[in-house]
Structure formats: structure tokens, C-alpha cells
């Protein structure tokens, strides 16, 4: 088996062999710097060179914006050139920025109830790369908020998955506060709508799903600091997993 490659954790330290590469989608990325640097305009052109003009000059645009932004532009670009086809055709691929191109084309789509959504969203959820889990949750918050009390029922479902990258999304998805994220003021300020999402996931014995639940804690504790001291000390008694004392103490970090 092939180690995994290290790749860089600054744009600057990309070799220029390797960021043509990526561009060029016949390697994924290795670290974030390297997701960020890579030429999306170009790994378009190699990707999909029958596009018409007018289409590259839309995701020559959206290069220019952020992140986030442009990830999100891109996928409505390519869902209205290529339509829901185009989906199964850039999930399939094997550059991850690709893959996240599917995300954003899912959360694209106009009129999907949540379940539809989340059921799309599921095989990028669970993708080996990390990059295009974050991309998948990234794509259909926006929509996972507007319909709250559904989506937090359905991903409660996810978080018995024997996939610890389902679990952990299920808890990324609607943090308070997320990351690159709007902010979802329903739950800043009654994060205990969220429960049944959290609880299941207490002592979950994954790393990668501690640190989710965690992180979701500490966003409710820049809010509603009492809520969480007080879940926390419902968490802990009588005699708590060592699971769930890690939840604990990284969810009242920003408490002390």
C-alpha cells in the first residue's frame, strides 16, 4: 500500500509540479493549502473541455470570489450547464475538488425537501477524502436550516450509522456557528432543539465525532454558556465514558 502523501500546509511551499497537478485533477489534494491553491478554472477546462465559452467565462468569474463562495457559484454554474446528470459525472471522479464541484451542484438545486437532500448528499458525506466531507456539509446547511425541525430528525437518524463520517456530519452540519459558515440563530439561542442529535453521540467512540459534538458544544457556549455547563454535568454523572469526559472538556474550553 501506498503511504499517504504529506503535501504542503502553506500555498507557498507547493512545488509547482505538484500544484500543476492538482490543477490538472490527476492527483487529489493533500492538505487544505493545497484544496485552496489548486486553478479550479483550469481543472474545469480538463475536466469538462466541451463547455461552451460562456459557461468557462461564469467559473473564470467565480475564481475570483471566495472560498466558499466560489464553490457555491461554480455548482450552480455546472448544474445549469449540465443538469442533475452532471452530478453522478463529477461524484465519480477522482480529483476531490471534483467531488466537491457535487456537493455544491446538490445544494444547488432548487425545491428539494430535506430528505431528497440528504439522501443525494450521502455518498460525499461519506467520502474518503477530507476535503469533500467538509465541501458536502458546507453545501446543503444553508438548506438544512431554513427546514430545522425536519433536518434535525432526519440526521438524528444518521448519527446510528456505522460510518463515523456520517455521524460526524449529521453533528457538523448545524453547528451554531460553523466554520466559513452563516451562523444559525435558532440554535445559538435554543441549542437544546439540537438534542437529538448530540445525545446520541455523547460517548461516541470515534475521535473525528468527539471533536464535531465537542465544537458544536463550545459554539453554544459562546451563547448559552449555563445550557452547556449544565448538559455537560448531565453528561458526567453517574459514571461517564471516557468518550464522553473528552466531549466534555473540549466542549467547556472556551468556559474556564
Request: one cysteine or more; charged letters at 25%; proline letters at 8%.
Amino acid at each position: 500500500m501506498t503511504a499517504p502523501r504529506k503535501g504542503a500546509t502553506r500555498a507557498a511551499d507547493i512545488p509547482a509540479d505538484v500544484l500543476q497537478a492538482l490543477s490538472r485533477g490527476e492527483m487529489q489534494s493533500a492538505t487544505l493549502a493545497e484544496c485552496m491553491a489548486l486553478d479550479q478554472a483550469t481543472l474545469m477546462r480538463v475536466v469538462f473541455p466541451e463547455l461552451p465559452p460562456k459557461v468557462l467565462k461564469d467559473v473564470d468569474s467565480a475564481c475570483e470570489l471566495g472560498v466558499l463562495k466560489r464553490m457555491g457559484r461554480i455548482g450552480a454554474v455546472l448544474l445549469d450547464a449540465l443538469g442533475p446528470d452532471g452530478i453522478e459525472v463529477c461524484r465519480a471522479h477522482s480529483a476531490d475538488t471534483v467531488r466537491g464541484w457535487a456537493c455544491f451542484m446538490i445544494g444547488a438545486q432548487p425545491d428539494l425537501p430535506p430528505s431528497a437532500r440528504l439522501s443525494a448528499i450521502r455518498p460525499l458525506a461519506d467520502d474518503d477524502h477530507f476535503g469533500v466531507r467538509e465541501w458536502a456539509w458546507m453545501a446543503v446547511r444553508p438548506h438544512l436550516a431554513e427546514a430545522l425541525n425536519v433536518s434535525i430528525a432526519l440526521l438524528a437518524q444518521w448519527t446510528s450509522s456505522p460510518s463515523e463520517r456520517l455521524r460526524r456530519f449529521a453533528s457538523e452540519a448545524l453547528r451554531p456557528r460553523g466554520v466559513w459558515s452563516a451562523h444559525i440563530a435558532a440554535l445559538k439561542h435554543e441549542p437544546a432543539q439540537a438534542l437529538p442529535i448530540l445525545s446520541p453521540l455523547r460517548a461516541d467512540p470515534s475521535v473525528y465525532v468527539q471533536d464535531s459534538v465537542a465544537n458544536w458544544l463550545n459554539d453554544a457556549a459562546k451563547d448559552q454558556p449555563a445550557w452547556v455547563r449544565d448538559l455537560c454535568a448531565q453528561w458526567l454523572q453517574p459514571t461517564p465514558a471516557d468518550a464522553t469526559r473528552r466531549i466534555c472538556e473540549r466542549a467547556m474550553r472556551s468556559l474556564k
